[in-house]
């Protein structure tokens, strides 16, 4: 037996190298197969338990974006309850997707989700919770300054959800472009910046990015555009974006 | 007022013996008082001067309990009150929080599981187990599934009905979640709630009206009124504050609900009781067909009070028949409280005497069941172009198709249709289901605005 004093040290979450990133897909991938299988109304219920989480650690999470993004306690509190209300809203169209979504085919697999610098906490719920609410997994890219929400996010929805439907990375040099080549859909709608880097890589993967919309937020999304733009498509490379 | 009990319907057969019958549910877990009256109404004095009706125990012919019948200004009284409820508290909260307190009453119907289960099979003879194991999943899902309506108004193009009221007319034959659903679906509106139940329904409807309180709801909003009278009916559809309706029940009741509401042009969302059909073709799978089959026969007039058929292929009527025939012996009938049985007693005398007149052959009751019930042994009857498809009960009829072009027009009247096998596949191929997000959706575009 190895002497335990030699083990290399537990990292707490991953960082986002590009093992990181691997492994990160592999656990979504398993947990995808398992999270997909459910019903609508099963998955439902675990958003809704999700939502409990979140509400619960209110106080938690008011305070991480307080500290994150230099937000007043309104405006900080005014975030959070965004998200619980996103929460409930997605853990009641878990069962009727086919009917906001009519053209959708099964569970969306592994979506990659690209968190952006500021709005640290609505933003990866607003791109998360479609996601799993239609049966996939996510490996979310955190804001790289502020991740701490993103993380706790993380934390509230293992608490009901089986391990590995939101694997939370922080952003190191590269593993985004890492993440891209390894998803079919990159959803970069919430994030601003230069993307180029991004699309190659999923282009040259065959995978699709979903852009920013041009000339408003993404949170002025329907929920029909939220969930839609990651059904499973049969061939990806049609629609997969050029590299610049 | 008490219903005539059932003429014996197998007079003449001997009463058969079988093992003992297994320990029951504990009828108490129903809570059926003495007498059921709306929250509200004349505690601790005569209520009011509405008929009292005797609710009957179909497995022994004895009163089970009684219910205080709603007059026409208790009935008004109650849908206004149902009204204040809706404006003062429930219909100025955003979708959002609508959506919460209607996820919470869906968690807090788990504890009314087990009372509805007993309650149906003390009052309408269903299997206590169906009760625990298909109706409670059920309506619970229904009413999870509403729920999730109320912060989707505007995705799916539906204005709240704010303030109003939708009355719920429920009948002993109104499952529990065709019940939450469409009362969820209303709250989730905006509306208030009231429950016009009929008095076989009435212990039911007070159940879902304790939940509704015990899950924080505001008080009245929503409202029980038992009763049939017709005065008590004209008095709610008069109302100014009648967002819409919701009933099921046979055509020409619904067609006259229709009528009487249509001066006013309050939305009526009629659910005519379904009669259920399979129709089996070549190719289908025989085992699924007929094991659903035969679940039909089991459930009665309970899943499908308009009756059940099965319309099948030439070259697969032997085995279909035979199949049907050995399954339905197989049903144990028994008394509903023991989650041993298949088959229940019918919900009324008038099913039994239908029932036992449909059957050719006399059948044995067994001994181990209590005289006087309205029993109804499972049976496969023939039918042809000139016999009637069986009345609603633990029967089906099955008809031979020469050609597959005789379907549509022998579909004529159906509710639910099981399409098995056929060019689209084997199947099972539905509609007609009253289940499902579709149906959620179709229950909220009718009734919101």
Known sequence: MADAGSRPALRPRPRGGGDDVRTALAAAARAAATWGAQPGLARGRALLAVAAELESRRAQFVDEVRRGEGLRVTEAVAAVDATVDDAVRWAGWADKLDLLDPGRRGAPGVVGVLAPAGDALRAPARAVLPVLAAGGAVVLVASPDVPRPAELLGQAVATALPAGCLVVLHAEGGSAEALAAGVTRLDARWCGGDLRAVRRAAAAAGGLVLEPPAGRSAHDLDDAARVGPHRPAENPWPRATSPA | ?449
């Open chain 2, 1 to 449: 007022m008490t219903s005539p009990l059932p003429d014996p319907p197998d007079r003449g057969a001997p009463r058969v013996r079988r093992a003992p019958r297994r320990r029951l549910e504990d009828a108490g877990a129903a809570g059926l008082p003495a007498l059921c009256r709306a929250p509200g109404t004349g505690d601790g004095a005569p209520a009011g001067a509405g008929a009292t009706h005797d609710l009957l125990d179909p497995t022994t012919g004895a009163v089970l309990t009684r219910v205080a019948g709603t007059t026409p200004a208790e009935a008004a009284a109650a849908l206004a009150r149902a009204a204040a409820s809706a404006r003062g508290g429930w219909a100025w909260l955003s979708g959002e929080d609508r959506a919460r307190h209607l996820y919470a009453l869906a968690a807090t119907l788990e504890a009314a599981v087990r009372p509805l289960a007993v309650t149906a099979a003390l009052v309408a003879g269903r299997p206590v187990r169906e009760g625990l194991d298909v109706d409670g999943p059920a309506l619970l899902d229904a009413a999870f599934s509403a729920a999730g309506w109320a912060d989707k108004l505007a995705a799916v193009g539906v204005r709240p009905r704010a303030g109003g009221v939708v009355v719920l007319v429920a009948t002993w034959r109104t499952p529990a979640a065709d019940l939450l659903a469409a009362a969820t679906t209303a709250l989730a509106l905006g509306c208030g709630v009231l429950l016009r139940a009929r008095p076989a329904a009435a212990p039911a409807a007070l159940h879902v009206a304790r939940a509704c309180a015990e899950a924080g709801l505001p008080a009245d909003l929503v409202g029980v009124a038992p009763g049939a009278d017709a005065e008590a009916d004209a008095a709610l559809w008069d109302a100014g504050d009648l967002a819409g309706v919701v009933a099921g029940g046979d055509a020409e009741a619904l067609r006259e609900l229709a009528l009487d509401l249509a001066d006013r042009g309050t939305p009526l969302v009629a659910q005519p009781d379904p009669a259920g059909v399979d129709v089996v073709l070549a190719g289908a799978d025989l085992g699924a067909a007929c094991a659903a089959v035969l679940r039909a026969v089991a459930d009665g007039a309970w899943r499908r009070p308009g009756g059940s058929r099965v319309l099948v292929a030439e070259a697969l009527a032997a085995e279909v028949l035979a199949r049907l025939t050995e399954g339905a012996a197989g049903l144990r009938v028994g008394h509903p409280l023991d989650r041993a049985t298949d088959v229940g007693p019918c919900p009324s005398p008038e099913l039994a005497r239908a029932a036992a007149s449909a059957r050719t052959r006399p059948a044995a009751v067994p001994a181990d069941l209590p005289e006087g019930g309205w029993w109804a042994l499972p049976a496969v009857l023939v039918t042809g172009p000139r016999t009637a498809p069986p009345p609603p009960g633990p029967l089906v009829g099955v008809r031979t198709l020469r050609g597959e072009a005789e379907v549509p027009a022998l579909l004529a009247g159906a509710g639910e249709v099981t399409v098995w096998g056929g060019r689209n596949g084997p199947g099972p191929h539905r509609t007609g289901d009253r289940a499902g997000p579709a149906a959620g959706l179709s229950l909220l575009r009718r009734l919101g605005g």
